[in-house]
């Protein structure tokens, strides 16, 4: 029959995204042995799907931590919209440094998503000042505040030694 072309289509559906994304913006984690109280852990929540969701997250700790709540209600209306959910997590006694493993999860799925959570053994001298110069990265920083190390990012206008004397570390 000549030249004739058939042309013949479908539609493909791809599911690449798990109707829910589970991540842990503050990862990983470091919790310092002498300050190991209760603590908030974050999770933020995608809603990956064109349809609104309602669902249960749950977060499981090592045997003899505490997290509360047990499970929290989560509800994303839209497609893309995200929410943080927060659990108050409690080391037991005595929690000696190492990884410990975490995992986030909605309730019933089988799939999970692993948080790192290191407690480190580290001191910090109560009179401690350090004077962090800016960089491109802020993950400097960022550490310091996750092992509650006083600091203070300096400006141009403390590059003089007056002010650069308050700091036992720069």
Known sequence: CGNAMLHLSAPVYLDVAA????????APLLVRPATAGTFPL??????????SLA???SLAVPDGWQVTPNRQSISLAQEGEQRFATFSVTPPEGVVPGDYPLAAQVVGATASTA???????VVVPEAVRV????????TFVTT??????????LQIE??????????TAI
């Open 19 to 26: 109707p829910l994304t589970i991540e842990c913006p503050d």
């Open 42 to 51: 974050r999770l933020l929540v995608t809603n990956n799907t064109p349809d």
């Open 55 to 57: 669902e249960y997250l």
């Open 115 to 121: 948080i790192a959570l290191r407690v480190v053994d």
């Open 131 to 138: 004077g962090v110069i800016q960089s491109y990265d802020d």
């Open 144 to 153: 310091l505040k996750k092992l509650g190390v006083p600091h203070q990012t």
């Open 158 to 167: 403390d590059y003089v030694t007056e002010r650069l004397d308050v700091f």
